[in-house]
Structure formats: C-alpha cells, structure tokens
T-cell receptor, first 112, second 109 residues
Framework: GAVVSQHPSRVICKSGTSVKIECRSL??????MFWYRQFPKQSLMLMAT?????????EQGVEKDKFLINHASLTLSTLTVTSAHPEDSSFYICSAGGETQYFGPGTRLLVL | GQQVMQIPQYQHVQEGEDFTTYCNSSTTLSNIQWYKQRPGGHPVFLIQLVKSGEVKKQKRLTFQFGEAKKNSSLHITATQTTDVGTYFC?????????FGQGTILTVHP
C-alpha cells in the first residue's frame, strides 16, 4: 500500500513553545490530508482537513489559531501546535489517500 | 458526521476462541471501513463495505454490513496472539473518517 510518513515520531517540549509536525505522502500525491488526535485509550478524533493550496477545514471545537495547518505541496502537510500546554499532550496522526486512507506512524507530543 | 457506536469496549479471550465486535449507527451509512491499531501503533486499513448485506472474508476475519446499512460486524475465528489490538469501525466520507470508540482485544495464550 501507499506510504505516509510523519516527523518527528515523538517530541517533548516546554509549555508555551510551538511544535511543528510534518506529514508526507512518500509515493503518491495528496491534495487532501487529514489530521487526527488520539488521547490514551480513546478513539481517534478528526481535527482538521488539510487542503493543498487552500485553507484547512477545522472540526467543531478545534481552534484554528492554535493548530496551524499548512499544505504547501502535494506531498506535505504540516501541523503546528502553537503555545503548547500540557493538555495538548497527545498522539497526533495524519492520513492521506482516497477511499482507502493510509495513516502515518503518528507523533507523540508531551508538553511539560 | 455520521456517528457510530461500537461494542464491546473491551474483550478478553483465550487463544483459539472466537471474537466479534459490533458497530451500530442510527442512520443509514453509505459505507463502513474497519481498521486495526496495534498497541503503540497507527490504524491500518482492513476493509471497506459498501453494499447492503455484504459479507467479506480475509482469512480468519469475516466482515458483515447489515441489510439496512446501519450496522456492521467483524468476527475473528480462532484468535491468535497476533490479533491483539484495537479494532475500529469508521464510516468514510471522501476520505474523512468518523471513528467508533473501538474494541480493545486482548488474547491470552
């Protein structure tokens, strides 16, 4: 199947700092990518839809000014968690593809 | 989005026993997808069901889509320790997935 990568795989940062997570489709082009968040022992919750060349579409309750999404090319979407706080600590996963979605390996964020 | 409820939340089985997880919706679904997430891993696509009453098999896994397209199930025959993980159902809309709560499967050797 298609391959989606994420970087970094895990990151620890101090409260108040910003963290950028990259999601890349390695062997296909993706005009749309999706960002999910998963807290321990919970399901995946869609945060936003990343659209190449246009603004991202955010789900209800997700602050667009806090979770900045940029989709500047057909193979790369970035999620920046701005002014991170401990409650932002979570597992962030992206996906891309068509009817079949391929997930990246995820990024574990720990905010101290 | 289309909401789905999954039961049970947890299932502990002895290796060799069967396992079933159910996915229910109050509205008619256009499709349902199933994913498996190993502990510490990311979701991996298993299958998509589209047709009313559809049944698909993958080795020991059997997937069903209800006649009314409001429920679905995943059945694993003779579980193995490699089956451990969380199984999610999720209706898809142009790639956007709405995940159920998942069923965490533990298999005791």
């Amino acid at each position: 199947g298609a391959v989606v990568s994420q970087h970094p795989s895990r990151v620890i940062c101090k409260s108040g700092t910003s963290v950028k997570i990259e999601c890349r489709s390695l062997d296909f082009q993706a005009t749309t990518m999706f960002w999910y968040r998963q807290f321990p022992k919970q399901s995946l919750m869609l945060m936003a839809t990343s659209n190449e060349g246009s603004k991202a579409t955010y789900e209800q309750g997700v602050e667009k000014d806090k979770f900045l999404i940029n989709h500047a090319s057909l193979t790369l979407s970035t999620l920046t968690v701005t002014s991170a706080h401990p409650e932002d600590s979570s597992f962030y996963i992206c996906s891309a593809g068509g009817e079949t979605q391929y997930f990246g390996p995820g990024t574990r964020l720990l905010v101290l | 989005g289309q909401q789905v409820m999954q039961i049970p939340q947890y299932q502990h089985v002895q290796e060799g026993e069967d396992f079933t997880t159910y996915c229910n919706s109050s509205t008619t679904l256009s499709n349902i997808q199933w994913y498996k997430q190993r502990p510490g891993g990311h979701p991996v696509f298993l299958i998509q069901l589209v047709k009313s009453g559809e049944v698909k098999k993958q080795k020991r896994l059997t997937f069903q889509f209800g006649e009314a397209k409001k429920n679905s199930s995943l059945h694993i025959t003779a579980t193995q320790t490699t089956d451990v993980g969380t199984y999610f159902c999720a209706p898809s809309s142009y790639g956007k997935l709405t995940f159920g709560q998942g069923t965490i499967l533990t298999v005791h050797p």
